[in-house]
Nanobody
Framework: DVQLQASGGGLVQAGGSLRLSCQVS????????IGWFRQAPGKEREAVVC????????YYTDSAKGRFTISSDNAKNTVYLQMNNLKPEDTAVYYC????????????????????????RGQGTQVTVSS
């Protein structure tokens, strides 16, 4: 049974930091790209950043560049999202998802209504940034 368990969300003031974790089980980590997606109230789900389990190749969307860092610990089958200098517009539910794609493909083509086409999708973790 494949599971992706996102955790680490919370309430933080603007300028603060959070580290999200995505614990992956039931699949071969090296064969998948893992992506972080987020959905703010009233908005479509969007890709944030993705990483390939095989070699750590990353793809950052514009919303993540400069403030967010993705990393993985293959021994723990866990992907992390370090978020610094958080802004109120980062408030959203953050999800992790996995598919046999490149990180670039997962992040570029699977936002919005295409998110449901990703092979494995976890539950979300709420991130709230107060001003």
């Amino acid at each position: 049974d494949v599971q992706l368990q996102a955790s680490g969300g919370g309430l933080v003031q603007a300028g603060g930091s959070l580290r999200l974790s995505c614990q992956v089980s039931g699949l071969s980590f090296d064969d998948y790209a893992i992506g972080w997606f987020r959905q703010a109230p009233g908005k479509e789900r969007e890709a944030v950043v993705c990483i390939e389990g095989s070699d750590g190749t990353t793809y950052y969307t514009d919303s993540a560049k400069g403030r967010f860092t993705i990393s993985s610990d293959n021994a723990k089958n866990t992907v992390y999202l370090q978020m610094n200098n958080l802004k109120p517009e980062d408030t959203a539910v953050y999800y992790c998802a996995a598919d046999r794609l490149t990180s670039r493909t997962l992040c570029t083509y699977y936002s919005g209504s295409y998110y449901s086409r990703i092979d494995y999708r976890g539950q979300g973790t709420q991130v709230t940034v107060s001003s």
